[in-house]
Antibody
Framework: EVQLVESGGGLVQPGESLRLSCAAS????????MHWVRQAPGKGLVWVSH????????SYADSVKGRFTISGDNAKNTLYLQMNSLTAEDTAVYYC???????????WGQGALVTVSS | QSALTQPASVSGSPGQSITISCTGT?????????VSWYQQHPGKAPKLMIH???NRPSGISNRFSGSKSGNTASLTISGLQAEDEADYYC??????????FGGGTKLTVL
């Protein structure tokens, strides 16, 4: 069974950085597209970033381009999201999700809450 | 990367059918058969319900079906049940290998 477990969320001040992790089991990161999707409190889902395999290709939403970096560690089978220059608008639950058939997201983690506030 | 357009809310009685629409552009919904639908209950992670416009993953009830016409995709739920009450999101991959979600639709089972 595929399991994705996010960690690293927390409270940070505007302008600070944070790194989220997503540990995968039952699935090999290097064989799948992996994504980060976020959801601000009371709001809808927003796609953030994807990585194809581990590092072969990446893409980002315009709202995070240049500030966020997605990466993966094959040995640890773990996905990361490095988030820099955080603002209040980045406050959200961040989900990692595995890329599924027809560019869908077939498995999701439980989410990690990131709060940016002074 | 503008969000796809979904109705904010829909409702139906048990046993009835409802349809949720999802409107995009020729650069996303209309250009590719990469539309997927997700169900999200409060406080839970989203769950894949439909992929590739019309395909149900293993374990998803055949009461859920998807379709597309031009730039608009649709999710139909037939034989509404109380447990179907949730938020539903459409999503499409785009011409620039990014993804865009709809704003979400709250389904109320009366």
């Amino acid at each position: 069974e595929v399991q994705l477990v996010e960690s690293g969320g927390g409270l940070v001040q505007p302008g600070e950085s944070l790194r989220l992790s997503c540990a995968a089991s039952g699935s090999t990161l290097s064989e799948n597209w992996m994504h980060w999707v976020r959801q601000a409190p009371g709001k809808g889902l927003v796609w953030v970033s994807h990585i194809k395999g581990v590092g072969t290709s990446t893409s980002y939403a315009d709202s995070v381009k240049g500030r966020f970096t997605i990466s993966g560690d094959n040995a640890k089978n773990t996905l990361y999201l490095q988030m820099n220059s955080l603002t209040a608008e980045d406050t959200a639950v961040y989900y990692c999700a595995r890329g599924g058939p027809n560019r869908s997201f077939d498995y999701w983690g439980q989410g990690a809450l990131v709060t940016v506030s002074s | 990367q503008s969000a796809l357009t979904q109705p904010a809310s829909v409702s139906g009685s048990p046993g009835q059918s409802i349809t949720i629409s999802c409107t995009g552009t020729s650069s996303d919904v209309g250009g590719y058969n990469y539309v997927s639908w997700y169900q999200q209950h409060p406080g839970k992670a989203p769950k894949l319900m439909i992929h590739g416009v019309t395909n149900r993953p293993s374990g998803i009830s055949n009461r859920f079906s998807g379709s597309k016409s031009g730039n608009t995709a649709s999710l139909t739920i037939s034989g509404l049940q109380a447990e179907d009450e949730a938020d539903y999101y459409c999503c499409s991959s785009t011409s620039s290998t990014t993804w865009v979600f709809g704003g979400g639709t709250k389904l109320t089972v009366l």
